[in-house]
């Protein structure tokens, strides 16, 4: 049966180094709810990325059995109730260093993508309409960034090397230890007000849930450009469609989506905005960053199950 339950597609360099050290795993990458339900107790630890939903019923079935940890390949913990996990003293681990430059580049290149339609002309090519749209330069440009983190951050250094003004929203303890890469803003609402290019790089909690909805979007500059690679559920994408109508959002990119893929209402009419680009989740979806996470979460594991991983 073994140690470890593998419950989504992961680099092969977590498998070989799990083999490497005599740690017996079962991979199941797309395992359906009933079977995970039935699988959780048999297993001391749980690995999954952002589609398997870990909820308090999955825990709570796991805790009658070995369950000890979740070890979350990438970053965001919205997947797993943390609040059940805790009161069933299973811990939760995550890799959050492993994709930061993959995210934070992928974030550039869809500001550039937007600022230079790249996607809206490409289209015109491909229909043999030689179009030669005009965009904007990001250089001396002013970027808010809500999210000040490892991602936030290293997005404010790269977009300093592009000669970008850059601002940050976050709370007052992250801004002071970021001070040399951007700004403050005094609240979300005036860093928008002055923003050119707004980057998104929250977590998703229950502040920040719908944090972007109609009253915060209309304090936006007329004509920004909004990206958001943290978490589809921190914009209302309603309101999104409205500031995109008005003018207020004059392009967005967006890596993630409420609903993935969406199926119909606001985010299936976003997905063929002419103004709007829209990828599969793929922050962390490069070759590097799947291999460093599949390295941290190999080590948490092999730590964990030699009782050397703090909680």
Known sequence: MGEVLVTDKVSQVLLDELARHGVAYTYKPGIGREELLEYAPLYRVIVVRSRTRIDGEVLERGSRGRLEAIVRAGIGLDNIDLDAARRLGIRVFNTPNAPVESVAELTIGLMIAAARRVV????????????????????????????????????????????????????????????????????????????????????????????????????????????????????????????????????????????????????AELLNHPRVIVTPHIGSQTVEAQDRIALDAARIIIKLLRGGVEP
Not at 173 to 178: P, T
Not at 222 to 228: D, M, P, Q, R, T
């Open 120 to 267: 809206e002309l490409n289209m015109y090519a491909r229909h043999g309409k030689w179009v030669k749209g005009t965009g904007v330069e990001l250089a001396g440009k002013r970027l808010l960034i809500a999210g000040l983190g490892r991602i936030g951050g290293r997005v404010a250094e790269l977009a300093r090397a592009f000669n970008m003004k850059v601002y940050g929203y976050d709370y007052p303890e992250v801004l002071k230890a970021k001070a040399g890469l951007a700004t403050p803003v005094e609240d979300l609402c005036s860093g928008l007000s002055i923003a050119d290019f707004i980057s998104i790089h929250l977590p998703l909690t229950r502040e920040t849930r719908g944090l972007f909805n109609r009253e915060v979007l209309k304090c936006v500059k007329h004509g920004a450009i909004l990206v958001n690679t943290s978490r589809g559920h921190i914009i209302d994408p309603e309101a999104l469609l409205e500031a995109l109508r008005e003018g207020r959002i004059a392009a967005a990119a967006l890596d993630v989506l409420v609903e993935e893929p969406p199926r119909g209402g606001a985010e």
